[in-house]
């Protein structure tokens, strides 16, 4: 199907697009590398007088390594987050989501910017933003400000970010010495959104214990979350093969699937059971250095 028909408007500067975005908000939309944006117009299940597209905004382009963080402009493309030498050294666990998304053509296309704020439980980035606890900057009419990823996720599509703002930087501390991630996703086929996945972080603290532990979902219930009760539980604990399942279990027993054309409750809950332990089992060995 064709999309209903719009305006293109390519602004030059993040200034201008800001500024057309508030003064159409409730008509225009950003476009990034479309990859979500566009199956939606065409299948007619929204439409929008204006698109704005920022892919021009050079300034949002790029993956910067700091002391302690990565910064990471809205428009790098998934693809460069898969391949970043910066990425893979200081918070591995996000190439591997990375390269798990969709195809090779939907990664080239496909923004983090576009694939964190887009509001879809089957993406997998914003997991890993979750787990990682990432902060995104926003700008819009009022100025700048920071958005904890986890207080980001509102319901499905539905996010902290106002219609006027943009999404610019995404900043994730680098993953220290003595921490580990790592992000398992279950899927049908390759290119498939998942079935289930878990993205998970953990820290080793001074007596062998687990420090800091962060899980958050994807595919599960209407938004990427963090779940709180199976890392109070492990907080304080030994990583053990043992506590690790106490918690996978924990993961299950606090969410409600639906079933879908990816299967039933029960084998969705099962699969994250399954995820979750490898997800949290590989953390461990890598916060370990195993
Ligand atoms: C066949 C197919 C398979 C897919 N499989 C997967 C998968 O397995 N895993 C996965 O995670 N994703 C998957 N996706 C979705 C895709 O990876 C992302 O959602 C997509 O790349 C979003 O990024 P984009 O730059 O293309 O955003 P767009 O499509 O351009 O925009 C998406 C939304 O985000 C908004 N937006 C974009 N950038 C900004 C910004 N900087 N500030 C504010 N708002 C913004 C847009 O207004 C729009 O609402 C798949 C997509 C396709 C087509």
Known sequence: MYPQSFEYVAPRTLKEAVEFLRKHEGEAKILAGGQSLIPILKMRFASFGYLVDIGGLQDLHYIKRDRDSIRIGSLARTSEIE????IRMNALMLAEAASQVADSQVRNMGTVGGNCVHGDPGNDLPSVMLALDAIY???GPSGTRDIPASEF???SYSTGLGE???LTEIVIPVIQHGSGGAYIKQRRR???FSIAAVAAFVSINESGNCGVARLAVTS???INFRSKKAEEFLTGKKLSDQNIATAAQLLVDSVE???DPYGSVEFKKEILRLVGIEALSKAT???LGV
Do not use: M
Not at 83 to 86: A, F, G, P, T, V
């Open 257 to 259: 699937p639906v079933a």
């Open 153 to 155: 996720y509102v319901d």
């Open 137 to 139: 900057k926003v700008t």
């Open 190 to 192: 390759a290119g498939d």
């Open 164 to 166: 006027a703002e943009i």
């Open 220 to 222: 599960i219930g209407p």
């Open 285 to 287: 060995d890598r916060a």
């Open 83 to 86: 391949e970043s030498q910066d």
